[in-house]
């Protein structure tokens, strides 16, 4: 294992330390733990509250994705483990301005575990909660239920937040993100695996000369494991299946996100998105806009994975919304 | 053995405390484990969530009936402990006690139905079976066991040796199966030769309740 750590164990708190210290006017602790931190103007009366929150290890999710027109807090666990019902609890209670809050995260066992709970306790105290999990990794299962949530968690925070902020009630931020959700598919492709600090050893082992097509964001084994391919073939092998899977027709607009899962350089996504793009122009599917560089990442993992997100005039002014936070930034692209 | 001895709730806390104990000593042994497959982290959770609940000792004995005692535990635990490991254990705990509303005290008589709806309710919320190599797989054949015994022909020191007995098989079974639940499924057959750490903790429960009854001369 070769990375810039101290000691293993303190990974997470000195990565969050460092963070704020970084935008101390972004981010506060929702009371004193560094595991609960949420924007620093929380909570807001004007609007509904959106809590993410999962495992450490895919930087820009979870904590990035706290800013203006995003989520408003996060309960940030240990490398690839779940949050306590607790931090989600503390979040909630630091966040909600009266309008309710929207959990809205990752289909995971540990998270709906204690996000469930940390919902049954907020309920207590008269806080309205309601959940929708992000389940976008095709390459997951066939049962749409079961999937699991990947690099889609980026349009859910996208389209949710600028919902919120547009001041939609509890219901409303609910349905446009399931919509959201509903028009997104993701798959991803690794190529090598990453290392959890506590564990010291490499989460699993492929060859030099494979890939792995459908890996999920913590190196759970995906549909095929196959020798390395060029590009432009592995473009098109995911955007086939995520075709196939997704409700996308000729004539549709569609956003791209191509994102790398850590290691993969910036170089070689653009690689990707020049195939993606082309190949949906054979679909006369067209591609409104695009996202490519680190989005939801896997520590040092290296591969990407591609997203697609069907538009609707809703949709796309949702999208088009300004967002700020110190790791994704948008200014206002709507017409008025 | 009478089965209707009456446990009550201070001395339910002590037992409570001793298994705790138990948990937070054996630390480092559930982080190691948890490393051959795991992050290496489920002894520090285990030893956080444990703390507290000995450090709420106190409020704990003040509790009324069986049921509102088991609750409080299994919320400190859900709290404190994060992770899967948290609601699981929680829910081990909260499920234990849930039918016992108006019970003050516990009895022998009453730990089949006990032990039944907390092995349900840990797998209806995690959603693993016996065979997945989860903590399932250590409570699953005590609760068998506890459904196939009849409680007044056994002595109370035999019964809790022999249910210490059922839940270490147990924990050993999961030695030689690979995981399809938990973080440990992503291992494949990489997990195969390895206790699962969830597993052990759940066997250590069982330990300590032994050790308590059997080292203390106080007759149940």
Redesign the interface.
Known sequence: MKKFINK??DFVDEMIEGILMAYPNFYKKAKDSLREIVRSNSPEQTKVAIATGGGSGHLPVFLGYVGEGLCDGVAV???????????M?NVTKAIDGGKGVLYLYGNY??DV??FD?AAEMAETDNIEVETVLVRDDVASSKNIEKRRGVAGLFYAYKIAGAAANNGKDLQEVKSFTEEALDNTRSMGVALSPCT?P???EP??KIADDEMEIGM?I????GIERTTLKQADKVSNIVIEKILADGPYEKGDEVSILVNSLGATPLEELYIIYNKVKDILKGKEIEVYNNYIGNYATSLEMSGMSISLMKLNPQLKTLLDAPAHSPFFNQQDLRDN | MNTKKEIKIDIMVEVIEYISNKIVNNCDKLSKLDGKIGDSDHGENMKRGFKNVIKNKEKLKKKNTVRELFNEIGEIITFNVGGSAGPLFGRLFSDFGSSYEEHKYFTIEMLPSAMNSALNGVKKLGGADVGDKTMVDTIAPVVDFLNEVNLSELECNILLIKLKEEARKGLESTKLISARKGRARYLNDRSIGHMDPGAYSCYLIFEAVEEYFNDNTEEV
Do not use: L, Q
């Not at chain 1, 666990?77 to 931090?87: H, I, K, L, Y």
């Not at chain 1, 913590?218 to 084994?221: A, L, R």
């Open positions: 293993p164990e666990g240990d490398v690839f483990a779940s949050p306590s019902a607790r931090e609890y066992g540990g575990m204690n709970m959890i506590e564990a010291g989460t699993f999920g913590h190196g759970e084994p």
